[in-house]
């Protein structure tokens, strides 16, 4: 019942942006928290951002900082990574992923959701 769909993802140039969505199901946010990942090609999964509805707390992975920024809507159960000033270095597979509680620096803790992911190409 609990489900997770990434979109939004696609081929983009250095320099632009990118809006991905996260459509969340079958959880009460307000007890959890949702991460953002990524996946570079024969890199390993790294955290992105990720943040709590509950506390409101969050944390960004550091080459993203000023460049990347979530949004959410808890009634609509929607979540937003604008990512603004794209690298080639931020290409990957993008996955949002959902876990009770509240976060931890790096994102690092167990997230038991998670959704598909949505694949990203930043390239000339």
């Known amino acids: 019942q609990v489900e997770l769909v990434e979109s939004g993802g696609g081929l983009v140039q250095p320099g632009g942006s990118l809006r991905l969505s996260c459509e969340i199901s079958g959880l009460t946010l307000d007890d959890y928290s949702i991460g953002w990942f990524r996946q570079p090609p024969g890199r390993a999964r790294e955290g992105v951002s990720c943040?709590?509805?509950?506390?409101?707390?969050?944390d960004w992975l550091d080459s993203v900082k000023g460049r990347f920024a979530i949004s959410r809507d808890m009634a609509k159960k929607m979540v937003w990574l604008q990512m603004n000033s794209l690298k080639p270095e931020d290409t990957g597979v993008y996955y949002c992923?959902?876990?009770?509680?509240?976060?931890?620096?790096?994102?690092?803790?167990?997230?038991?959701?998670w959704g598909r992911g949505t694949r990203v190409f930043v390239s000339s």
């Open positions: 992923a959902a876990g009770r509680g509240t976060i931890v620096p790096g994102c690092v803790r167990h997230y038991p959701y």
């Open positions: 943040f709590s509805f509950s506390d409101g707390n969050a």
